[in-house]
């Protein structure tokens, strides 16, 4: 994997995957001409004397209390500490370093007024895959995110704890002596600049968004392996249907299903004297739902990849005027909209491959053998696993509340309003988790399905899937302990080996 230049402003989302993926991230050294003038801007600001909220100020509801200039160092150090009241669970290596290169990112425009130092030593600890470890609950997702950028911005001043490559977790100042580092100390600003913005709820919803591409795609697999074992029409992947309609997502979707179905034997073979006119809703409407899904996730991809390339700091330091200028751009609102919307696509997506597991395991729907095993009764084949799916669905839909509804005042009623994003981002991760479980279940009951098709064959793709399941999943006969079986399906699933497997088809891609 190639390495990634940040340039701030301008980074792709393939390049923000990539550095969630582990590539080695370098911040592009033109960048911080622009960041010395932005700390410089600072220091005249502060010369001034003048109230400045966050230089000689305090935080929040008490912005109205002055600060005197000799204690400057010991306030931005006290915000840092003071904030760092983060509970739960650590947040993962991957997505933490997808945060820290997106806080380096932010700061590295030179409107927050971070000194050109303080900046190499993030750049320093992303290189040394030095990771703060930080919680996962306390953000609200207005002010920024505040306590989750606090545990990440509390081992530059040797606070707080870092998870070392081998997965160690040490306290922060004892991996400073190690790497032959000092504690900084903050200059005005700084401990605000590095706690304002919303980069943790934008690499909790940009790395979801990343995984929930695989699992849209391989659905799109598993649906058209799953409309062969059902021996399903094609004719409603029509692209003159989809054509009259006209949605994006709709008709590459469709076109999809087609090139994956194309020259399959087993729809040539019920193709004339079908007594069935119609099939059911989740192989039918494919297109419509899948296509709305995809249509739908782009958007909120959109937004990210703005929100990603942004500057969510207050205040914002404009060095041409030597001003600071208060605002809301830490205000995470986007980014809770978009990850609401992604947990909506991944309900969709979860209860469409369902309802076909449910269908195939049906035989008056699928006319074939009960729960897809060569001996009903004795045996109860697939008949737990579309149980399993089904939990699964519930409990995304219990998941998909909109986060960004439940804004709860903080500060004393100063941050009236806020966001919920963090949340609305960090519950998307047990989401794709879920739904990729549903996909996998999917896949064993389709590749099932098709077994009791005789020397009938599918098309060259879904044959190559078909092959690569019965080389790790092998054909169900008779009962057996099936978690290993589910667990190596969902494995396939978000691993990519489905995609690999139809290597030629056009898959639609969220960018």
């Not at 994997?1 to 370098?26: D, K, N």
């Not at 425009?109 to 996962?136: F, N």
């Amino acid at each position: 994997m190639s390495g990634v230049i940040l340039t701030p402003g301008r980074v792709t989302l393939a390049a923000w995957a990539e550095v969630y993926r582990g590539a080695a991230v370098t911040l592009d050294e033109a960048c911080f001409a622009a960041i010395a003038r932005g700390a410089a801007a600072v220091t005249r600001i502060a010369a001034r004397g003048e109230a400045v909220y966050g230089i000689n100020t305090g935080f929040g509801k008490l912005a109205s209390v002055r600060i005197d200039p000799l204690d400057s160092a010991r306030l931005q150090r006290n915000i840092v500490l003071s904030h760092c009241a983060g509970v739960g669970e650590s947040l993962s290596p991957a997505v933490t370093r997808l945060m820290l290169a997106l806080k380096i990112a932010n700061i590295a425009s030179g409107a927050s007024g971070v000194r050109p130092e303080t900046v190499r030593r993030l750049c320093l600890m992303l290189e040394r895959d030095l990771l703060p470890v930080v919680p996962v609950q306390g953000s609200v997702g207005a002010s920024g995110d505040l306590a989750p950028l606090a545990h990440l911005a509390a081992p530059l001043i040797g606070v707080g704890m870092i998870r070392l490559p081998d997965g160690e977790q040490v306290a922060a100042d004892a991996v400073l002596r190690r790497e032959g580092l000092q504690p900084l100390t903050l200059a005005p600003k700084e401990g605000l600049a590095l706690l304002n913005g919303t980069q943790f709820s934008t690499a909790n919803a940009l790395a979801a968004l990343f995984d929930i591409e695989t699992v849209f795609q391989s659905a799109l697999i598993t649906g058209a392996l799953t409309t062969e074992a059902a021996k399903g029409s094609d004719t409603p992947f029509d692209a003159r249907i989809h054509a009259l309609r006209g949605h994006v997502g709709q008709i590459e979707t469709a076109a999809t299903l087609r090139a994956l179905m194309a020259g399959s034997s087993i729809r040539a073979s019920h193709r004339n004297g079908d007594p069935r006119v119609q099939d059911p809703y989740c192989l039918r409407c494919q297109p419509q739902v899948m296509g709305a899904v995809l249509d739908l996730l782009r958007h909120a991809v959109g937004t990210l990849a703005r929100e990603s390339n942004g500057v969510t700091d207050n205040p914002l330091i404009f060095p041409d005027s030597d001003e600071a200028l208060s605002g809301g751009n830490f205000h995470a609102e986007p980014v809770a909209f978009s990850a609401d919307l992604a947990a909506l696509a991944l309900c969709e997506i979860g209860s469409l491959a369902e309802r076909r597991i449910a269908m195939l395991v049906d035989p008056a729907l699928s006319g074939l053998p009960a729960f897809l095993t060569p001996n009903p009764g004795l045996n109860s084949g697939l008949m737990m696993p579309q149980v399993t799916a089904a939990a699964l669905v519930a409990e995304n839909r219990q998941r998909a509340h909109p986060a960004s509804v439940d804004s709860i005042p903080t500060s004393a009623n100063q941050e009236d309003h806020v966001s919920m994003a963090a949340h609305a981002a960090y519950r998307l991760h047990h989401m794709v988790a879920n739904a990729a479980a549903i996909v996998g279940i999917e896949l064993l009951t389709a590749a099932q399905g098709c077994e009791f098709h005789g020397t009938l064959r599918s098309s060259a793709a879904l044959e190559a899937v078909r092959r690569r399941v019965r080389a790790r999943i092998a054909r169900l006969t008779e009962d057996r302990y099936l978690h290993t079986d589910i667990a190596v399906a969902v494995t396939m699933v978000r691993s990519r080996e489905l995609l690999e497997a139809v290597r030629g088809v056009p898959l639609p891609a969220l960018t």
